[in-house]
């Protein structure tokens, strides 16, 4: 049995004070009280807070490696252990839009991955972010391998959610209503993203069963006065959404209106690619060659492609930057994400019987170290 305590803890929804967390040999929770008998031994962190472990629902790579240039166990092995020393315990590797061969390729991975660890080794599940989206909504991504769905290519996807969660983000004008339903009955996490929907088409994709939006504000149809389009329609339903706030792909008044019009509904995400955790300064995306400038992953245009952000990063930028309070900021890189995930039964909150993913974090630095 372990104890632990610090200055704050927090539990999932608020922070605590004057409390202290009992973990057991089976890495979980078995108490949280206030007083101990004296002859126990509690470790006490420091003046920061300890809270459930950070939730990552994009990561493309970090740590030198890309999921989309390395599609294997060694590559998922390096992001979990670069993640870790930023706070993230759990996270869904992102591919990014490349051959369906990739994709297969990419379940078959996480299929073997989880045949060995289940969610216990820091990935819990699978984001594909194409191939199935807008040409003029791609991004960063490569416009050659984006292609329409098929029913055969969709019943492949499909085929592997018994293993694992499963995250896609599509361009909902690309799938007939009948194609959409048929992912979201079988418990695809279906996104909208890179998507030049209409208002109209997107909310009835959603009402359809779409359970969240990637990386809001970014590649989506704008909000104009005839025409809501994407942001819109995420604004106007009770979906949830994910954020980058690396202070470049988002401004801080539109972070700051998303969270009091979709309180609760917000999660970070850090979009990160290779050379974070690391000091490359250049590295290839998908074929595209980028550099690392002023803190930006950009090509020769200047296309924003990912992000250099941690999530430990992403909490202070939010509280420094977007006046987000403290409590806020890390439910939206805990619990939420996992509620997206449909895992927030057994891990984002300091509760007895949930997962003893814990982490400290430093609320001078923002520095964080897993509790172990």
Partial sequence: MRAYTSKYIFDGEQLLTGKIIFVDDNNKIVDIVNNVPANIQIEYLGDGVISPGFIDLQLNGCGGVLFNDSITEATLDIMYQTWQKYGTTGFLPTLITSPFSDVIKALEVCKSWFNKYGNTRGVLGLHLEGPFLSLQKSGIHSKEYIIKPNN??????????????????????????????????????????????????????????????????????????????????????????????????????????????????????????????????????????????????????????????????????????????LATAIKMATLIPLQVLGLDHEMGRIKVNYRADLVYMDLDTYQVKIIK
Wanted: charged share 15%; with cysteine; proline share 2%.
């Fill in 152 to 325: 055969d290519m969709l019943q492949q996807i499909v085929s592997y959610n018994n293993y694992f969660p499963i995250k896609m983000t599509i361009a909902v004008e690309e799938f007939t209503s009948s194609q959409i339903k048929y992912l979201v009955d079988n418990g695809i996490i279906i996104s909208i993203g890179h998507s030049n929907a209409s208002y109209n088409v997107a909310i009835e994709s959603i009402n359809l069963g779409i359970k969240t939006a990637t990386h809001m504000f970014n590649a989506m149809s704008g909000l104009t006065g005839r025409n809501p389009g994407v942001i819109g329609a995420v604004l106007n339903s009770e979906i949830y959404t994910g954020l980058i706030v690396d202070m470049l792909h988002v401004d801080v008044g539109n972070v700051e209106l998303l969270n009091k019009v979709k309180n609760n509904q917000v999660y970070l995400v850090t979009d990160a690619v290779t050379p974070v955790g690391t000091s490359m300064l250049d590295f290839k995306l998908a074929g595209k060659q980028l550099y690392v400038k002023d803190g930006k992953c950009v090509d020769i245009d200047g296309v924003l492609g990912g992000a250099y952000l941690t999530m430990n990063d992403g909490i202070k930028n939010i509280v420094k930057y977007c006046h987000i309070d």
